[in-house]
């Protein structure tokens, strides 16, 4: 069974950092492009990074360019989020997931996802 699980979510105040975590199990990720996305109470789910199979490129969301970053570690199929200089417009639920084809900014591309981590930021 296929299977992306996060974790690292929690309350943190604005200003600070968190790190996110999304362990995959039941395949190897290590040649599949992996995003994150997050999504508000009322909002739609949005495009927040992504990281090309074998990390080559990544990319982000203009509102987190410069505060977060993706990185991977092949060995442990994990993905991570690195989150600093938090915002309270940050608060949402965050997913990883895995892409098999199409863009990286769009959530129809992606095929596995993950159960969700709650990040909340206190101004």
């Known amino acids: 069974q296929v299977q992306l699980v996060e974790s690292g979510g929690g309350l943190v105040q604005s200003g600070g950092s968190l790190r996110l975590s999304c362990a995959g199990s039941?395949?190897?990720?290590?040649?599949?492009?992996m995003g994150w996305f997050r999504q508000a109470p009322g909002k739609e789910r949005g495009f927040v990074a992504f990281?090309?199979?074998?990390?080559?490129?990544?990319g982000y969301a203009d509102s987190v360019k410069g505060r977060f970053t993706i990185s991977r570690d092949n060995a442990k199929n994990t993905v991570y989020l690195k989150m600093n200089n938090l915002k309270p417009e940050d608060t949402a639920v965050y997913y990883c997931?895995?892409?098999?084809?199409?863009?990286?900014?769009?959530?129809?591309?992606?095929?596995?996802w993950g159960q969700g981590t709650q990040v909340t930021v206190s101004s």
């Open positions: 997931a895995a892409r098999v084809s199409g863009s990286a900014y769009s959530p129809l591309s992606y095929e596995y």
């Open positions: 039941g395949r190897t990720f290590n040649n599949v492009a």
């Open positions: 990281s090309s199979a074998g990390a080559y490129t990544t």
